[in-house]
């Protein structure tokens, strides 16, 4: 056990708490709740710049910390599936998350094929999480009712825009390999 790992863990511990703060009846609770979203989104580079920095890249690490990222998002996203109540929420929020479990699946698949590199995380990739943590803090913090939610999904579409790229990118790389496989 080293830092990197205890800082994934702690993102995942943090999630039942996110959950719990989201969903108290205080003026504070979405606020608090995306500021909790916000450090477990620091934790999430932190962890890996560490771990690279001081050497101390794990198996279990290597694992755990997509999971965490993946478990995080899909949270935040579940619930403000169902604070908006409305498809123009819902609809980048299941592109999102469909994204991230076509791309999980294929990257074990092709990890399983020993071909794990084709499929690394890309600056597409990158900015895409970028914008996604973005638009999640705001949303997590104003009610659908404040002018600057919308700001927050306009993001998440930009988001989910590139998430789309960033699939169609993966997919054409891995496809030679998924194609002789048919």
Same mark, same amino acid.
């Given at each position: @056990?080293?830092?990197?790992?205890?800082?994934?863990?702690?993102?995942?511990?943090?999630?039942?708490?996110?959950?719990?703060?989201?969903?108290?009846?205080? $003026?504070? $609770?979405?606020?608090?709740?995306?500021?909790?979203?916000?450090?477990?989104?620091?934790?999430?580079?932190?962890?890996?710049?560490?771990?690279?920095?001081?050497?101390?890249?794990?198996?279990?690490?290597?694992?755990?910390?997509?999971?965490?990222?993946?478990?995080?998002?899909?949270?935040?996203?579940?619930?403000?599936?169902?604070?908006?109540?409305?498809?123009?929420?819902?609809?980048?929020?299941?592109?999102?998350?469909?994204?991230?479990?076509?791309?999980?699946?294929?990257?074990?698949?092709?990890?399983? @094929?020993?071909?794990?590199?084709?499929?690394?995380? $890309?600056?597409?990739?990158?900015?895409?999480?970028?914008?996604?943590?973005?638009?999640?803090?705001?949303?997590?913090?104003?009610?659908?009712?404040?002018?600057?939610?919308?700001?927050?999904?306009?993001?998440?579409?930009?988001?989910?825009?590139?998430?789309?790229?960033?699939?169609?990118?993966?997919?054409?790389?891995?496809?030679?390999?998924? $194609?002789?496989?048919?």
């Amino acid at each position: @056990m080293n830092i990197p790992n205890i800082l994934t863990l702690a993102r995942i511990a943090f999630i039942p708490l996110l959950v719990v703060l989201f969903y108290l009846p205080f $003026s504070w $609770s979405m606020p608090v709740a995306a500021g909790l979203f916000g450090l477990a989104s620091i934790t999430d580079w932190l962890d890996g710049y560490l771990a690279r920095r001081w050497n101390q890249s794990t198996p279990f690490g290597a694992f755990l910390d997509p999971v965490a990222d993946k478990l995080m998002v899909v949270v935040a996203l579940a619930l403000l599936i169902e604070l908006y109540d409305t498809l123009v929420l819902t609809l980048p929020a299941l592109v999102i998350i469909g994204r991230e479990i076509v791309i999980s699946a294929l990257r074990e698949w092709m990890a399983e @094929m020993g071909k794990r590199g084709m499929v690394a995380v $890309s600056w597409v990739g990158k900015l895409k999480t970028t914008l996604q943590m973005v638009s999640l803090l705001i949303l997590l913090a104003l009610p659908p009712t404040h002018e600057l939610a919308l700001l927050g999904v306009v993001v998440l579409y930009t988001a989910a825009i590139l998430t789309l790229w960033s699939m169609v990118q993966y997919l054409k790389a891995a496809w030679p390999h998924l $194609s002789r496989s048919m």
